[in-house]
């Protein structure tokens, strides 16, 4: 039996006061194995340096993707305590990490979103030194705090090259954090940096700002346009075996926008041990004034089309395959990159 009317009835629009969501997947199954001894350790890291360096129009969407007990109770903790937590999805099994971060994007409606892995640590301004690049390119549509040497490497820069070529600049520039670049191989545990690398890398320009091509997606902020050229069907994998390319870098290349992420180094790959620098760097966030300004307008995006992405993709493989040693010398770098 129903009684009555449901007033959401007479108020049923769904609007948001906030435009900046940050989706992290958790899946810490138990605190015994090697590999996830430290996982709680370097969760809580991640999640204090967030809530530390994000601005009052951010929201969270935490995402329990098949945890322990303990791990449950902090996230549920979190929930519990802070406003900016709005969502704590509980899952009991594993159900992938790209099948966890859609649960929460499909469902939400910012223009913004970042994903990130749950050893990641912000560091002050993060945010708002991406929102800059958006603002600053109305094209991006992928960018992250953490710049790489190597990401103008990725297959899924086509759109990105077209845009350099034709519309902005591009030319290499000096690294403005090395120690950044140094600290995210020390965290995958091989090298993948040459000298030349810790130096220069290779950037796009317009008329307002500069930005490093390419990036990685352990922590990356997308338009919500890109989700949705994303496929509708549930991903296969839990992780890896093409997944996040699949659902994150190709829809976002070949809906015509640009892969970028901010000149200095902005966050942290902490990887499964912890290690006594990260508590220093930890206390440094907390202790820092964080500076972050509020995205006055985020300009509507304005992606290349498909023509100027087939175009790119071939000037790509020509300039970066072909004749990459020939180009870049152009550029002014002589030795090998």
């Known amino acids: 039996m129903r009684i009555g009317a449901n007033p959401e009835k007479e108020n049923n629009q769904l609007s948001v006061e906030h435009y900046h969501r940050v989706v992290i ?8 194995e090697d590999y996830f001894k430290d996982g709680l350790v370097i969760l809580k890291l991640c999640i204090q340096s967030l809530l530390k360096t994000i601005h009052s129009k951010t929201k969270i969407s935490l995402i329990d993707n098949g945890c322990c007990n303990e791990v449950i109770e902090y996230l ?31 469902s939400n409606l910012e223009p913004l979103i970042t994903i990130a892995d749950a050893d990641v640590m912000f560091l002050e301004n993060w945010q708002s030194e991406v929102e800059k690049v958006f603002a600053n390119f109305p094209e991006a549509g992928m960018v992250s705090p953490v710049p790489s040497s190597l990401g ?5 820069v086509n759109s990105t090259i077209y ?31 040459d000298p030349i690398h810790l130096e220069k890398y290779l950037t796009v320009s317009n008329k307002k700002a500069t930005a490093v091509i390419g990036c990685g997606h352990f922590v990356a902020t997308l338009r919500v346009e890109v989700f949705k050229s994303a496929p509708a069907e549930v991903c296969q994998h839990k992780i890896v075996g093409g997944s996040e390319n699949l ?16 000149k200095n180094n902005y966050a942290y790959h902490l990887g499964n041990a912890f290690e006594s620098w990260m508590e220093k760097k930890m206390e440094e966030v907390l202790s820092s004034s964080s500076n972050n300004e509020i995205l006055k307008e985020l300009p509507e995006a304005q992606p290349m089309s498909r023509l100027q992405y087939y175009i790119g993709k071939l000037f790509r493989i020509f300039l970066f395959k072909k004749f990459k040693r020939q180009y870049f010398k152009l550029k002014g770098i002589k030795v090998p990159y």
């Not at 103008?152 to 899924?156: A, M, P, Q, T, V």
């Open 163 to 193: 845009y350099g070529l034709f519309k902005g600049k591009i030319k290499f520039e000096d690294v403005i954090s090395s120690e950044g670049l140094k600290k995210f191989q020390e965290s995958i545990g091989r090298d993948m940096y």
């Open 76 to 106: 549920q903790s979190l929930y519990n305590e802070h406003d900016c937590i709005d969502q704590l999805l509980n899952s009991k099994i594993n159900l992938g990490k790209v099948n966890a971060i859609y649960s929460a994007v499909k």
């Open 25 to 32: 997947p958790v899946y810490i199954p138990n605190l015994e």
């Open 247 to 262: 659902y994150f870098d190709i829809p976002n290349d070949q809906a015509g926008f640009l892969r970028l992420a901010t």
């Open 152 to 156: 103008y490497r990725s297959k899924f």
